[in-house]
């Protein structure tokens, strides 16, 4: 079983659409929950990150991490054709646990004009 | 700056042939990273070198070398190229304070027949 998992989609939405992208995990260890975006044929770059529980907002995104559940969430609002990319949820330990991440499958968004 | 840069952006190999993909950062990071990302399968840890002159393996690392060359460059070699090494190749990098953040490269596209 995968440390962490997303669900793939695609997942295809109207302009202005709100879109929520989940992520579970099963290792209680991690501490850190960041999300990356990747445009069709880039690299990943990071959008942002949270620690611990709770929520963290920046501009239309907001992220959202429960880890009574082992559960973390995404939120784009106001969607744009300009969001449409891949976005990968990824973990990492505590301090002691060095720099290795640990990165979902990612989810495929599109959001229609 | 040009952040991460790779080489090459597109190879075919066959079968047993072998390869190095370059990698290099002028943003003077300390840790540097090679991931495969395929379909279903997500971004996977090949190896990472925490500081000059150290590598570790991560998840995937049969098939594969690296070499910290320098603090810069950071190579990865298939000895002997196979049809499950078919993938994208990512290299990245991330400071130390900034461990969260990994900068990755725009990727090598490696096909092997």
């Known amino acids: 079983q995968k440390e962490v998992e997303q669900d793939p989609g695609p997942l295809s939405v109207p302009e202005g659409a709100i879109v929520s992208l989940n992520c579970t995990y099963s290792?209680?260890?991690?501490?850190?929950f960041m999300w990356y975006r990747q445009y069709s044929r880039k690299g990943p770059e990071l959008l942002m990150y949270t620690y611990s529980s709770g929520n963290k907002e920046d501009g239309r995104f907001t992220a959202q991490v429960d880890k009574s559940s082992k559960y973390i969430s995404l939120f784009i609002r106001d969607s744009q054709p300009s969001d449409s990319a891949t976005y990968l949820c990824?973990?990492?330990?505590?301090?002691?646990?060095?720099?290795?991440?640990?990165f979902g499958e990612g989810t495929q968004l599109t959001v229609n004009p | 700056n040009a952040g991460v840069t790779q080489t090459p952006k597109f190879q075919v190999l066959k079968t047993g042939q072998s390869m190095t993909l370059q990698c290099a950062q002028d943003m003077n990071h300390n840790s540097m990273y090679w991931y495969r990302q395929d379909p279903g399968m997500g971004l996977r840890l090949i190896y990472y070198s925490a500081s000059e002159g150290t590598t570790d393996k991560g998840e995937v690392p049969n098939g594969y070398n690296v070499s910290r060359l320098n603090k810069r460059e950071f190579s990865l070699r298939l000895e002997s190229a196979a049809p499950s090494q078919t993938s994208v190749y990512f290299c990245?990098?991330?400071?130390?304070?900034?461990?969260?953040?990994?900068?990755f490269g725009p990727g090598t596209r490696l096909t092997v027949t």
């Open positions: 990245a990098s991330s400071s130390d304070r900034g461990r969260l953040e990994q900068y």
């Open positions: 290792n209680s260890a991690f501490q850190y």
């Open positions: 990824a973990m990492k330990g505590g301090e002691t646990s060095g720099s290795r991440l640990t």
